[in-house]
């Protein structure tokens, strides 16, 4: 049985996780990860791809389909899914999230920390400002790996899409938090494998140079997407590409979850 750890890099482009994240580019490298391109589906904004990603459908069949649209999903989703298979599930995650998965419209003080096995999001702790710094979240991340030993942990930073959309893609400060972000998980992801999880690094969507998103070109649309596995198996960089809707498939199939009829599209084979 398999334990699953998603790195959710809001705004985290292909090219610029490909040329700045040396860590994972050496797991690559060395055939301990594997590397492959996700052309994102549409349209490139937050929610609808938090749910695309945690549902495994086009915004046109999942309904989340513009970040006005707050409620919770209805449709059938990793969190809820693992839950109800007996899995312990967590997040260090924006609060949108817990929108999503927990509970509509966001609470500040009832709802940033909660540890309610009744929830779909079992252990989470969330923030709400954009300019959240990443190290602070990550910390949260390994504090409910060590004390939860949870089946499935989203983490998800906010820290590309802020410097992106405040300095735009072509910029020092967003290139420099891709290799800022790739530093201080290096560590976190060789305990993480020790430890016996699956990790998958991707993003929701991309940025452009005016920082912004939401359009349909390469830059606002391509992700990357890094499997590593405890087996320290990895294919290197496969020069292929796969879909964000191959994500939750994948993950369930990897926790030996029934996956749900909604998720059409194949697991993603590691092997
Ligand atoms: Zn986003």
Redo the contacts with the bound molecule.
Sequence with gaps: MNKVILILS??LRYDIAKANMGFLGHLVEIKQASLYKIVGELPS???P??ETIHTGLPVSAHGVVANSVVRLSEKPNIFQSAREAGKVTAAAAYFWYSELYNRAPYNPIDDKEVDDESLNIQHGRFYTEDAYPDIELFHSAAHLVRRFSPDYLLLHP?GM?YFGETFGSDSKAYRNQAVYQDMKLAPLIVEWRERGYTIFVT???GINADGN?GGTTPEQRDVPFYAIQPTGQGRGDTGGSISHLQIAPTILKLLDVPIPSTMKREPLSLD
């Design positions: 809001d705004a904004m937050s929610r791809m938090y906010m899409d993003g929701d969507h998103h």
